[in-house]
Every structure is written in structure tokens, then in C-alpha cells.
């Protein structure tokens, strides 16, 4: 059974830092997407940012500039590097990736458990 497991997460002060990090958790063959998304108490969960197999990056308009997606595919690692943290990016950050467990399985999207991220002011 494969898993996305997150690391990373924790309290911060506003302005600070923090880098997430998300890996499968079992072998897989391939990941195409991967991504993070978020999830504030009584919200719904929203794209962060999203990066494919090849580096192409999309960003949510309120991370622009602050937030960096990253990817290692040698070790099937996705990172978000976030700076200048805001109060408002107080959430659980959840982790995807679109997994192929082996050459003849088909491709499904995985999500890992999440880690809260918590920015005070």
C-alpha cells in the first residue's frame, strides 16, 4: 500500500519560514503531478501549488512570490519552500501526487494525511 507522508510542518511566527516535504511512502513506478493543497478550519480545501514530472509550476495568486515548489524525481519528493509567512496561512497542508505503482497499473491520485501549519502574529 502506498502512502504520501508529509513532514515539515510546525508553528511559526509571521514573516518566519518553513519547508514541507512530502515522499511516497512505498515504491512506486512514476509520479506525474505533484502538488500541495490546503485546508483552513470551516474552509474548503484549495490548490497551493502544483508541479509536473518535467518542472512546470502553477501557483495559487495569494502564494505568488512567496511560496517555491520543488521537486527531487530521483527521490520522488515534493518540497514547498514557504517564506513570509502570513497569519492567513494557517492550515493543513496536504500533500497529492498522481501515482503509477507499477508499469501495468493505471495512473491514481493519492493524498498524504496532512500537516498543520500554524503562522502567529
Known amino acids: 500500500q502506498v502512502q504520501l507522508v508529509e513532514s515539515g510542518g510546525g508553528l511559526v511566527q509571521a514573516g518566519g519560514s518553513l519547508r514541507l516535504s512530502c515522499a511516497p511512502s512505498?515504491?512506486?513506478?512514476?509520479?506525474?503531478?505533484m502538488g500541495w493543497y490546503r485546508q483552513a478550519p470551516g474552509k474548503q480545501r484549495d490548490m497551493v501549488a502544483v508541479?509536473?514530472?518535467?518542472?512546470?509550476?502553477r501557483y495559487a495568486d495569494s502564494v505568488k512570490g512567496r511560496f517555491t515548489i520543488s521537486r527531487d524525481n530521483a527521490k520522488k519528493t515534493v518540497y514547498l519552500q514557504m517564506n513570509s509567512l502570513k497569519p492567513e496561512d494557517t492550515a493543513v497542508y496536504y500533500c497529492?501526487?498522481?501515482?503509477?505503482?507499477?508499469?501495468?497499473?493505471?495512473?491514481?491520485?493519492?493524498w498524504g494525511q496532512g500537516t498543520q501549519v500554524t503562522v502567529s502574529s
Open positions: 497529492s501526487g498522481q501515482i503509477r505503482r507499477s508499469w501495468a497499473l493505471q495512473e491514481y491520485d493519492y
Open positions: 512505498g515504491s512506486v513506478f512514476s509520479i506525474n503531478d
Open positions: 508541479i509536473s514530472s518535467g518542472g512546470r509550476t
